[in-house]
């Protein structure tokens, strides 16, 4: 059985993260939070990587931008690959993430369900498909979420872009901008409180609209998604592998 550390442990993913493991082929042995209100012998949580004295091979992360730099230090210096989840990473911090990649196998998606990974390759197809069609993009989330709009949003959004390249992303509207530009991809962000997660692409023609809502109803399904994607990285080669990689084995 390959052990498993969890970052971000004691937040609202990690604890779905550690239940959807005792259930798999991984051992959740140690977890490593800033916060300190639990720990067991066989779940250890430790306030810094620097700590951890278990043997880990593969390491979840739903945690905080923040924590990237001591998760790919201890990643690196122990040869362990890792499942990135976080969201709201910088450029910067995506090419720390790429460094990284040459020397130790990194899974990362900012969205771990099957149906959005789904929905994505969906949403390029109707893209070129309904070529003409204003493209919009509403996501909702739980009041407590920190960065806008979501990095799914943002996925569905490129998914747009890599078939029609000439779109641009405008976030939200407000007051007199004048009348919409055929190339726009609006984005708007709803948060309220505690929805798990839902995103609606928006396809507006004339006289006929197509929608694609995908809705997250328990946190269980990033936390399986995110389990399969270790299971997935164990033992692989160093390089950056995604939800396409696991969805086409
Ligand atoms: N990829 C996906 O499918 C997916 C799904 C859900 C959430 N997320 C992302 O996962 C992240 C966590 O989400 P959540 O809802 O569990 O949030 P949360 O706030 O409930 O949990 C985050 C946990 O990380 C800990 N933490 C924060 N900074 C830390 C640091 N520097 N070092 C160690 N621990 C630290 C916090 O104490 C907390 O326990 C967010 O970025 C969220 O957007 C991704």
Redesign the pocket.
Known sequence: MANLLI??????????VYEAAINSSLSPIAG????QDFSNDNFKIY??FNNVSEKIDVVI???????LD?LLNFCLENNVNAVL????YTESDLEKIEKASSKIAIFR?????LG?NVLISAVKHVAKSLYGFDIEIIEKH?N????SP???ALMLADAVKSELPEKYYVYGREGIVGARDKNEVGIHAIRGGNIV?EHQVVFAGENETLTFTHQATD?GV?AI??VNAAIYICGKNAGIYNMDNLIKG
């Open positions: 970052s971000g442990a004691l937040g609202k993913m990690g604890k779905k490593v939070d800033i916060k306030d810094s992360d739903f945690s905080s931008p923040k924590n001591n989840c976080t969201t709201g998606s900012f969205n771990m369900s959005v739980h407590k979420k920190v960065d979501s990095g799914t997660g946190r990033f998604g995110a």
